[in-house]
């Protein structure tokens, strides 16, 4: 599957989902979502989810298109409405069942247990920063996704 989705939808679908369940979306928690949807797509179908690629930055890995969207709320405080920017997901999406996949096994984190698992030693967002441990708003690469997985079955 190429890269069909672009950001903004997969963030609409993450906070209909905790609307519906009753539950706090923070902009830095729905960040490290769609970055582990994404990653974890790649991993098991050869190609990201969005089409847009995760940057490095100083904190952590961050989509800045979410960055953008949210930066003037903040970061820890709950999204109240999906973006008004895009649709949502259209139903018949092949990708519903593999999201909700993402979102029962990371749903229940708090934002700062996913930005651990995502800033992990052997995290993409690690090994972006090469042997000078500059995250500067690198781009993650595939390389650095696959290497993490293979990291993680070894």
């Not at 999406?93 to 698992?117: P, S």
Request: net charge neutral; with cysteine; charged share 20%.
């Amino acid at each position: 599957m190429a890269n069909s989705t672009t950001t903004q939808k997969l963030c609409n679908w993450f906070i209909q989902q905790a609307n519906a369940k009753g539950l706090i979306l923070t902009p830095v928690k729905l960040n490290h979502l769609v970055i582990l949807a994404d990653w974890w797509h790649l991993h098991r179908t050869g190609a990201f989810l969005i089409n847009e690629r995760v940057e490095a930055w100083p904190s952590g890995p961050v989509l800045p298109s979410i960055y953008h969207e949210y930066k003037d709320q903040p970061p820890y405080s709950s999204i109240e409405h999906p973006s008004r920017r895009q649709p949502p997901l259209e139903e018949e999406t092949d990708i519903i069942l593999f999201l909700e996949h993402i979102w029962n096994v990371y749903g229940k984190y708090t934002a700062q247990q996913l930005g651990r698992i995502n800033t992990a030693p052997s995290s993409p967002w690690k090994q972006s920063q090469g042997r000078h441990e500059q995250a500067h708003r690198q781009q993650i690469t595939e390389e650095h996704v696959q290497a993490y997985f293979k990291s993680l079955a070894g």
